[in-house]
């Protein structure tokens, strides 16, 4: 009899372990999936459309006929402005004329929900001057993000902060995506793929 229980609880902890174990690499395959379908360099860039808070509408692949395109991907508002993206914002906004001497526009996107997004993005924005290479977009919820694969869908967050450079054959040049707030492209790193 205890021999028959001894294999029983061996069988049943076999088992239990099994389980565990195939949920736990479920869980990896599913991560390393939507990691592996984010947008990498070589890839070619998904077209795309959005609209400026005001309601001109800006699509990737129009920008690109003009010159290659940096790609910023806002945080939105995850129930603030983020500080990291005001100031990435105004970094690239200072290096403007650099920027159109590469003849790079430059799409900022800001994703959210779709309700009070232009009013969230006029609060972002307002106190900037964009320069005519400049399009801030909205994101109303989060349909250019989901497709680029960079929600960041945890409590209190939007999108991974990434930056993108597009050459004009509509191939990405340069991918950073940041998985914390900070670690966003430098502008002058930027700038000099734009000059490769």
Not at 44 to 55: H, I, R, S, V, Y
Not at 120 to 128: H, L, N, V
Not at 144 to 163: G, I, K, M, Q, V
Not at 165 to 170: A, E, L, M, T
């Amino acid at each position: 009899m205890t021999t028959i229980k001894s294999v029983r609880r061996f069988f049943l902890f076999t088992l239990a372990l099994s389980l565990f174990v195939t949920s736990a690499l479920n869980t990896e395959i599913r991560a390393a999936a939507k990691d592996a379908a984010k947008p990498a360099v070589g890839d070619e860039a998904k077209d795309f459309e959005l609209t400026t808070p005001a309601g001109k509408q800006v699509k990737l692949s129009e920008q690109l006929k003009q010159g290659p395109v940096v790609l910023l991907v806002l945080r939105g508002y995850p129930g603030y402005q983020c500080p990291l993206c005001t100031r990435q914002v105004g970094q690239f906004i200072a290096s403007a004329a650099k920027l159109k001497e590469a003849n790079a526009s430059v799409l900022l996107v800001y994703p959210g929900a779709a309700q009070d997004l232009a009013k969230r993005a006029d609060e972002f924005i307002r106190d900037q001057s964009l320069p005519d290479n400049f399009h801030f977009l909205i994101d109303p919820d989060y349909k250019f993000t989901n497709a680029y694969n960079l929600r960041w869908d945890a409590r209190r967050e939007t999108a991974y902060p990434s930056t993108f450079v597009i050459s004009k054959d509509g191939k990405i040049k340069f991918a950073k995506i940041s998985m914390t707030h900070g670690g966003r492209a430098d502008v002058k790193h930027v700038l000099k793929v734009l000059g490769e």
